[in-house]
């Protein structure tokens, strides 16, 4: 005979589903997880049928646990199944012998390895999950208790579902601690009911319609009720308390209870005072207030965060949203802050990660004493904070501005005063007419980063008109539509001619350059989203994909590509130069593709090499032994790049096309060009201008000594496709006798 597992009530007894799914990761070979109560009777089961073997054993091991009031449980078989059944017992460990409930688990019989396990090591493996489900078991029957006794007493049942809100699904407000100190001074009859948690900067006071208590008494009370929460972590009664309010004594009842901390400290409490003439508070008043307390315990868990104390992301979002609906109907004004502590990566790597949660709490408060009344504040990230803030854009910049300074001077808080400590602050007005918080905060972040670009350590306000702003907003516009290209490969490589200058004999080079295909087939170029790619870190998925596919396209050429001596540079960017794998990434490519390494030459740009200059010159040589060149793009823009190139190993110098364009009308452009050309020929380097757009250009960069030209006065951008189709007649030009062979092109 087996007994089925009891239906499971979707409110009253709500399935205990998750905890099996912990203890089976725990035990993946655990059968079932089956939990009884006290008196033997099956409370829930994972399992369709319980064995009666399985139930027999539950009488017994009970009985067994209350003459082992130190023991967690025990072995068993059932039915040849290894069973290990667990005694859980109420806080208060060996006093209470009788366990409340039993979690037995059932193994697979046959199971040699749980067959050996002894039930010390199964223990210590679930012992975390099992003091979850007790904790949960625990919780549910104090609610089921507690609703047996508040359905035979006034309207208690009604009073803590109104305040619990049914859910802990939605993040709490404001609202709740309002509406639970306004449900216990109405149904427990106070005159005075007060929440106080200073660490929250939460201070709610409500008095009675019916029997008023002045709230002045708090003034000189509020300090003596924390001490007494502080000295007992739960409920006290004072049903004689003298008070005094000026020069007037008076007798009060007093019920005070702590506000807990997960870790079981004050943080705050929750008084209830009654004029002496009114009913003593008994010890039943005493425990629905602790649950009220609870409440707020459990709300300020879920709204705030526990290092700042600032509220965390979906509280601010609600309590934001409520604000701004309660005054939809006046013009007053309201903006966004966005705020982000600079280089936080630095503070944990050279002060540690203990430091940085310091420099985070600091901040917190330096937030928290600063606002203004009404405003919102929230910790909405590792190091990012936002602010609702009840001013004019004018207003909100000086607060702004104050912010910035008094982080600043955070550095002389920790250590030797010399770690730096800023923020960079965006902010934007919120839409007076839609109270749109969402695009508001968009907008102040964006401000926040374009802080960040210019410097960090300032205070940015969002302008429709800042084109720096305008180019981030549409770079977020972009990146998705960038991401879908790349996995539908509508990208293509196109490639630019490089010629010879003057006298120079050099081969002619092509760089691969790289356009992306719009849904519609339009072709769009790399200044409409190489942009949102470098600020997104999408760098390194597209310098693999433009080697990946030259290659591809050129290895069934490699032969005529020997024979032409064509060089096709390749560009890759700073941000592949953080990938450790990428060298050898790069140099397996060029090996495997059978295409002659002395046909590829791969820029860098200078900015990007001199910024990460051990990692690029690993590259470069590893580069130069296989046999690739290497250049230096824009080169010239960075003057503590000439001290590196006797160390570089790099081939080629491509001068900044600013100074190309100026050539012929800004003297000190020109001076830089025959510079960079006359080291360049001094160091057997090979140069080349960018965008030569002349033949203007093209004469003069000749004649000041420049060998390669690149623009379009000398050829535009084509499809690569269409530059392969044509290697027959390189090949055929660098032949000696003109004449590429046509066998040779035959494969």
């Known amino acids: 005979m087996t007994i089925s597992a009891p239906e499971r009530p979707a ?19 655990m059968n079932s997880l089956s939990v009884f109560n006290a008196l033997g009777g099956l409370h829930w089961s994972s399992a369709m049928t319980v064995e009666p073997a399985l139930l027999a054993l539950i009488g017994p091991t009970i009985r067994k646990a209350e003459s082992e009031p130190a023991g967690h449980g025990e072995q068993c078989l059932a039915d040849s199944e290894p069973t290990y059944l667990f005694w859980l017992r109420r806080d208060g460990g060996a006093e209470l012998a009788t366990p409340f409930a039993v979690v037995a688990i059932s ?55 109104s305040i619990t809100g049914g ?61 007494m929460a502080q000295m007992r972590h ?54 629905l207030t602790e649950l009220l307390a609870s409440r707020v315990a459990t709300i300020i868990g879920h709204s705030y965060d526990a290092l700042t104390s600032l509220l965390t992301r979906p509280a601010f ?23 982000d502590i600079n280089r936080m990566h630095v503070i944990n790597d ?9 420099v985070i709490a600091q901040l917190g408060e ?41 982080a600043e001077d955070l550095s002389a808080v920790f250590g030797d005063g010399k770690m730096p400590v800023s923020v960079s602050i965006g902010a934007s007005a919120v839409d007076p007419a839609s109270k749109e918080f ?11 980063k374009a802080a960040n670009d210019r410097g960090r350590n300032r205070v940015e306000l969002y302008q429709e008109a800042d084109e720096s702003i305008v180019r981030r907003r549409a770079d977020i516009n972009l990146i998705a539509d960038l991401r879908i290209a790349i996995a539908d490969d509508r990208l293509e490589l196109n490639a630019q001619l490089i010629v010879p200058l003057g006298k120079h004999a050099g081969p002619p080079h092509f760089e691969i350059l790289l356009r992306l295909i719009g849904e519609d087939g339009e072709i769009v170029g790399p200044d409409h989203f190489m942009s949102a790619a470098h600020r997104y870190q999408l760098m390194p998925t597209l310098d693999r994909w433009v080697i990946k596919h030259a290659l591809e396209i050129l290895t069934p050429h490699a032969d005529l590509l020997r024979a032409s001596q064509i060089v096709f540079a390749i560009n890759f960017s700073g941000q592949s130069l953080q990938d450790a794998d990428f060298t050898e990434h790069i140099a397996r490519m060029i090996e495997s593709s059978g295409v002659d390494p002395s046909n590829l030459c791969f820029e860098l740009t200078e900015s990007a090499a001199i910024g990460n200059l051990n990692r690029a010159e690993v590259l470069m040589r590893r580069l130069r032994k296989l046999g690739c060149n290497i250049a230096l793009d824009d080169f010239g823009t960075g003057l503590s790049s000439l001290a590196y190139l006797r160390t570089l190993p790099i081939g080629m110098l491509k001068i900044d096309g600013s100074f190309v364009r100026d050539v012929l009308k800004d003297p000190r452009a020109e001076s830089m060009v025959q510079t960079i050309a006359q080291l360049a020929r001094a160091m057997s380097l090979t140069t080349v201008a960018e965008y030569v757009e002349t033949d203007e250009i093209r004469s003069r960069i000749t004649a000041l000594g420049v060998d390669y030209g690149q623009g379009f006065s000398i050829g535009r951008p084509v499809p690569l496709l269409d530059v392969v189709a044509e290697l027959p007649l390189y090949a055929a030009a660098a032949h000696p006798s003109g004449v590429w062979p046509a066998s040779a092109n035959a494969a």
């Open 11 to 29: 409110v009253a007894d709500p399935s205990l589903e998750p905890y099996a799914q912990l203890l089976r990761a725990l035990l993946p070979r």
């Open 107 to 161: 193994f697979r019989p046959g199971n040699a390895d749980a067959d050996l396990r002894a039930f010390s090591f199964v223990h210590a493996l679930v012992k975390p999950g099992i003091e979850c489900l007790r904790r949960e078991l625990l919780a549910r029957d104090k609610i089921l208790n507690l609703n047996d006794s508040l359905l035979e007493q006034d309207n208690d049942l009604e009073m803590l579902l």
């Open 167 to 227: 859910a802990d699904k939605n993040p709490e407000s404001a609202g709740d601690f309002k509406a639970i100190i306004n449900r216990a001074t109405e149904h427990l009859k106070v005159g005075l009911s007060a929440l106080i948690v200073p660490e929250k900067g939460i201070a709610m006071v409500q008095v009675s319609t019916e029997s008023p208590i002045d709230t002045s008494i708090l003034a000189r009370a509020h300090r003596h009720l924390l001490s």
């Open 234 to 287: 739960k409920a006290t009664i004072v049903n004689r308390m003298v008070l005094t309010v000026g020069t007037v004594s008076s007798a009060y009842r007093v019920l005070v209870c702590p506000v807990l901390r997960a870790d079981g400290n004050t943080m705050g409490v929750l008084a209830l005072f009654r004029n002496e003439s009114a009913p003593e508070f008994t010890p039943h008043y005493a425990r």
């Open 317 to 339: 979002e609600q309590r934001v949203g409520s604000a701004l609906q309660e005054v939809s109907g006046t013009q007053r004004c309201w903006s966004a802050l966005s705020i």
């Open 350 to 358: 050279n002060y540690g990660m203990h430091m940085g949660d310091r």
């Open 366 to 406: 330096l937030i928290r004493t600063r606002l203004p009344p009404g405003a919102i504040s929230a910790r909405i990230s590792g190091d990012r904070f936002a602010i609702l803030l009840p001013a004019a854009l004018d207003d909100t910049a000086k607060f702004a501005e104050a912010l910035r300074a008094g």
């Open 438 to 448: 969402v695009h508001a905060f968009a907008a102040a972040e964006t401000a926040c």
